[in-house]
């Protein structure tokens, strides 16, 4: 970095320094990372430009860094996203990993070792040299041991490590569950939320809603009633329609012949006085009955005489 513009030079580390928080979130262990673990796997380059990153979080408190010096052999620089401090067992964690990387690193030492003594075997062999050839097989079965040794330590390494970081995962979700359980206890007492004042709430609303079914019940009967009609006023009202019809129908009805049978003009009421007409149902079905029957006499009548149907009409006298 130019460190001749200040400006640029910051504006490039909160550039880099964003992008390190946004491929933080991409770890899947919460295990501080060593300063050689931080530099690689956020590809930043140089040492240096690492810790100039690493100095720009910690000021804007995006990180916590811890030195330990409890090997005098190696001082570790851990590295914590996030403001929590560093606990010891982080720090015994890193150092497992860092173990488990130097032992990796010992192992493709001897691995190439191995390969190295195989070929000098091979031209030892192939100068006839048996006694060089047989001496270096004897150091490739020495190292071959060794390697399988160191292999399986490293593989014990890997499970403490996998162990400790499912211990950190698991104190993690424990620390997530007291906190839920404190916040529900909280909303709990605030509320004063219980089992009984529950049940109290709901055998409550459960009468409420019992009154009102009852309450919409009761008025969908009374508008039901409210709506009801006498039947023997609609029979009345009925019956008296029924009249009006008829008296019409008798309005309009052909007047009677005026020449009749002398039978027939007897039966029939010389006149109709001035009185008042009974207009009844009865009354007026009899009427309708006599009106039919004087009909068919008089049809009769003149199937009967033909010579006086020829004759000319007389008046019928009143009597």
């Known amino acids: 970095l130019d460190v001749s513009q200040p400006m640029m030079v910051k504006k490039l580390l909160e550039s880099e320094a964003n992008l390190v928080l946004q491929e933080s979130q991409k770890l899947e262990s919460k295990i501080p990372l060593s300063l050689e673990d931080f530099q690689t796997k956020f590809n930043l380059g140089s040492v240096e430009n690492a810790k100039r990153i690493l100095s720009y979080l910690q000021y804007y408190r995006k990180v916590t860094v811890h030195t330990d010096l409890s090997n005098p052999k190696k001082e570790l620089t851990l590295v914590k996203f996030g403001t929590e401090n560093i606990q010891s067992f982080e720090i015994q964690a890193v150092r497992v990993n860092e173990s488990i990387a130097q032992a990796e690193q010992n192992l493709t030492i001897i691995e190439e070792q191995i390969g190295r003594t195989l070929e000098k075997a091979k031209k030892s062999l192939a100068k006839k040299d048996t006694k060089s050839a047989k001496t270096h097989l004897r150091t490739k079965k020495h190292l071959e041991l060794q390697l399988s040794q160191r292999t399986e330590q490293l593989e014990n390494l890997h499970t403490i490590a996998f162990q ?68 023997e006023e609609l029979a009345a009202e009925l019956d008296a329609m029924v009249a009006e019809e008829k008296m019409a129908q008798l309005e309009t009805a052909p007047a009677a012949p005026t020449s009749m049978p002398a039978a027939t003009a007897e039966r029939m009421p010389a006149k109709v006085d001035s009185m008042e007409v009974d207009v009844s149902d009865k009354a007026l079905d009899e009427a309708l009955a006599n009106l039919g029957k004087a009909s068919a006499s008089l049809d009769e009548a003149n199937r009967k005489s033909p010579e006086a149907a020829q004759q000319p009409e007389r008046p019928v006298a009143a009597q």
């Open 164 to 231: 400790i970081s499912s211990s950190a995962d698991s104190a993690e979700v424990m620390t997530a569950i007291q906190k839920g359980t404190q916040a529900l206890k909280n909303i709990n007492e605030h509320y004063g939320l219980s089992v009984e004042r529950v049940d109290t709430a709901v055998d409550e609303l459960s009468d409420l809603m019992a009154d009102a079914k009852v309450v919409g019940e009761t008025m969908a009967q009374a508008g039901k009633q409210a709506g009801d009609v006498d039947e």
